[in-house]
């Protein structure tokens, strides 16, 4: 039952993403949505403190607590993992070559809460 369900949420959110016009590999979707308790995603227009725009899928536990940021970086795929820390802020846990951005990114995807359930 549990690898059916594995199977329907990467469906899922694999078909988000290429509608969203982006540019993430299915194995890497794969492995990061076995690994955590994501429930809802949604695709966010972002622009860098460098000027590049991106569309990032973000995916959440129910929370907002701990969000999943995939999208195409200099065409390679890009995961960056993003927590609340002790202090109440959104801080990268894995990634850390998107630091600032991707604390910005999910700051973003929070206040947008344009949601869908996995």
Known sequence: M??????????MALAASSAAGMNVS????ERS????DYVKEQVIDYTSTLGTETKIL???????????LQFDFYDDDAEVKVSINEMGEYEVTEGA???????LAAEQ???EGDWRTM
């Open 2 to 11: 549990k690898n059916r369900m594995t199977a329907v949420l990467f469906s």
């Open 26 to 29: 299915a194995a890497s979707m």
């Open 33 to 36: 949505l076995q690994k955590a």
């Open 58 to 68: 973000v995916s959440s536990n129910e929370d907002e607590t701990e969000l999943l």
């Open 97 to 103: 070559f998107f630091a600032t951005d991707g604390r």
């Open 109 to 111: 995807a929070v206040e």
